[in-house]
């Protein structure tokens, strides 16, 4: 992600003088609004189209409608997005960042706080991105393991050995193949699983 000194920002307000407004603000900080919408409603293939550094959203208050768009873009193109409310909600607010909403600000957008806003939506994003990262590679590994436990298991009672010695097997084939020895253990699950089935 680069530094907050000139970020491609994508818009959505839908009102057209705020709208003027926001992107003097953003420019005057150096920014490019690469694109500015009139509702939520195309923002994940917006996104995916121009591939902004950071969303903006400007309106009194997100609705189902436009935290539905937030949760699609969180998920499928998940960028860092600033939301300026103009209304204090605290459920609207959990919503919002529940949503996939890096920073929740309330009383619109003031010029002088625009550079710090974005800083800390950025560095909040790239902190839950990181976070994300991991729990996806610590939920893999389980995964993995429990893969790995079971092919043993299968091989201990194919092969009538203990563990030491199915894992033993595993590791070899893995190897043999130069495989990972969970892809491996896909295989073993499958084929002794398949002749389970077949006896």
């Known amino acids: 992600m680069p530094a907050a000194s000139a970020l491609k920002v994508l818009l959505v307000d839908d009102e057209v003088v705020r709208a003027a407004m926001v992107e003097e603000a953003l420019i005057s900080e150096g920014h490019q609004v690469i694109c500015h919408l009139t509702s939520p409603a195309s923002l994940n293939d917006?996104?995916?189209?121009?591939?902004?550094?950071?969303?903006?959203?400007?309106?009194?208050?997100?609705?189902?409608?436009?935290?539905?768009?937030?949760?699609q873009?969180?998920?499928?193109?998940?960028?860092?997005?600033?939301?300026?409310a103009d209304e204090h909600?605290?459920?609207?607010?959990?919503?919002?960042?529940?949503?996939?909403?890096?920073?929740?600000v309330v009383d619109g957008l003031v010029q002088s706080r625009v550079k710090t806003i974005i800083d800390v939506a950025i560095a909040r994003f790239?902190?839950?991105q990181s976070?994300?990262?991991?729990?996806?590679?610590?939920?893999?590994?389980?995964?993995e393991r429990k893969r790995i436990e079971r092919a043993k298991g299968l091989l201990m009672k194919q092969q009538s050995c203990d563990e030491e010695e199915a894992y033993r097997m595993l590791?070899?084939?893995a190897m043999d193949r130069g495989q990972r020895?969970?892809?491996?253990?896909?295989?073993?699950?499958?084929i002794l699983e398949g002749l389970e089935k077949g006896s």
Do not use: C, W
């Open 181 to 190: 020895i969970a892809k491996v253990a896909n295989s073993v699950i499958d």
């Open 46 to 71: 917006m996104v995916r189209r121009h591939q902004p550094d950071v969303v903006i959203i400007d309106m009194e208050s997100p609705d189902r409608d436009t935290l539905e768009s937030m949760s």
């Open 126 to 128: 790239d902190a839950f």
């Open 171 to 173: 590791r070899k084939i």
């Open 89 to 104: 909600d605290p459920d609207t607010m959990q919503a919002a960042l529940k949503a996939g909403v890096s920073a929740y």
């Open 131 to 143: 976070m994300r990262k991991e729990l996806d590679k610590t939920r893999n590994q389980l995964a």
């Open 73 to 84: 873009l969180n998920r499928e193109n998940p960028r860092p997005v600033v939301f300026f």
